[in-house]
């Protein structure tokens, strides 16, 4: 018999503790949340669910060499910001638009790491009529959750602290399924959210 | 009194010679086309018409130095084919998805410059409810047109030659307007092909 600890999962607790960081990724580091939600949006894809993707990330392109015929390497680029979120698409015949975050803080999610870009983005969203949200994930909690943009914003600009405890997503969010087809069944909550009879409410809390 | 053949256009006709080519473009060397439509969605973002967006061109970077903290330069990097085509948004609170194309050709557009990934895209798009379109511009002919992404593909699916007359856009397709706010008002014909009373029509032809 072999003790549960004894066992080494080659993508399991091996990836968590390569994770280098909660705070945004850039580029190349791509967050455990980055990859369930791209393993997400492929499975919904695959079953004609949903179109959704993850935008590249923005690249300046400073300097290319052409060390063979039709294959350009790039030798001096930079990140740069983006302007809009990472994710979207069509689901249901309506525009999707989502930013994902992740923290390792068991109590409270840390406000920088919503940018204000990413805000104004998804106001711009709810206004031409389409679906913005957030999702959160508590990774220390193995809880991610999914938030009416609207309702976070409102949230995030009543407040003057520099975090949102967590029982006020615990309250307010949808807690997402995880699982394996799909990693997280992220458009259950979207159909509890916005496609059902009761919209989100906005409460001012 | 100066001819007008000697007035030197410093954006004109300097930049129109010094595009490179029709084919594809990779990253840094962006076609007319390609600027003229971030320069009307900018317009359009900022007078809250539409919020659409060129996606970033996906870049797969291998090599990153940090000379600086905060500051990551990459040092290798290549292109990589896009999975899907390069502007998406919302508009009157429908999902918008579309593919631009720039060719010299007086009297046909050349099929090898839609691709594969571009069609199933754009037919999943209406799957779920989108607006997915081609801008194509004949840039010798000096037009601009939008066609139906289901049109087309249903034209490039019937035929066996490798390349549409020109003929055809310019009974199937709508004339955008070129001015200077926007460089392409490409909304106006998005307006008359699917938010006017007329839908479009395939006729197969």
């Not at 080659?10 to 990836?15: E, I, L, R, W, Y």
């Not at 179109?51 to 680029?77: G, M, N, S």
């Not at 959160?136 to 999914?146: A, E, V």
């Amino acid at each position: 018999m072999v003790a549960m600890s004894q066992i080494r999962y080659p993508t399991g607790s091996a990836q968590w503790n390569t994770q280098k960081s909660t705070r945004d990724n850039h580029g190349g580091r791509g967050t455990r949340l980055e990859s369930d939600l791209n393993d997400s949006n492929a499975y919904y894809r695959d079953t004609g669910r949903a179109l959704i993707y993850k935008k590249p990330t923005p690249i300046q392109v400073v300097k290319v060499d052409y060390p063979a015929r039709d294959r350009a390497k790039i030798t001096e680029a930079y990140y740069r910001t983006p302007s809009t979120t990472d994710y979207n698409g069509v689901y249901r015949g309506k525009y999707i638009d989502f930013e994902a975050k992740e923290t390792r803080n068991k109590t409270s999610f840390p406000l920088y790491m919503i940018h204000d870009h990413q805000i104004q983005h998804l106001e711009k969203v709810a206004l031409h009529g389409g679906i913005g949200f957030f999702i959160i994930r508590f990774s220390t909690l193995n809880q991610t959750m999914l938030v009416d943009a609207g309702q976070l914003i409102e949230k995030i600009k009543s407040t003057t602290h520099a975090s949102i405890p967590y029982p006020w997503f615990a309250s307010h969010g949808i807690f997402i399924q995880e699982g394996l087809y799909p990693r997280l069944a992220y458009l259950d909550a979207v159909d509890t959210l916005y496609f059902s009879q009761n919209p989100p409410e906005t409460d001012g809390q």
